[in-house]
């Protein structure tokens, strides 16, 4: 079980970094977004080596899929332990799930 939880931790720690980087990225270029979101996600991908640029450009992004069912097995393990702070990572899993799936759509 330690393996899981492990691994869970180790999805949730990726996809909450995913996320923060995309806002501090927004948030650092909000007058370049106001004005045409197209150049702010060509400058979003410059910033990502060319061999993982590929999860970020298409749409829907196939990082948010794979972050996804990521999350979906994070959440799963998470709510199966019985200490409060791992039912509290699982509901936060949850609420990254719901975003990634509003951002693909």
Known sequence: MKTKLFFAGAFYLMSLLNIIDWYVFWYQNENLALKS???LKIKY??????IIRPLFE??????????????????YVFFNEKRTIYKLLGITSCIFVLQFIFSIM
């Open 58 to 75: 298409y749409n829907p992004q196939p990082i948010a899929i794979i972050l996804i069912f990521l999350l979906s097995f994070s959440a």
């Open 37 to 39: 979101f197209k150049l």
């Open 45 to 50: 991908l410059d910033r990502f080596p060319r």
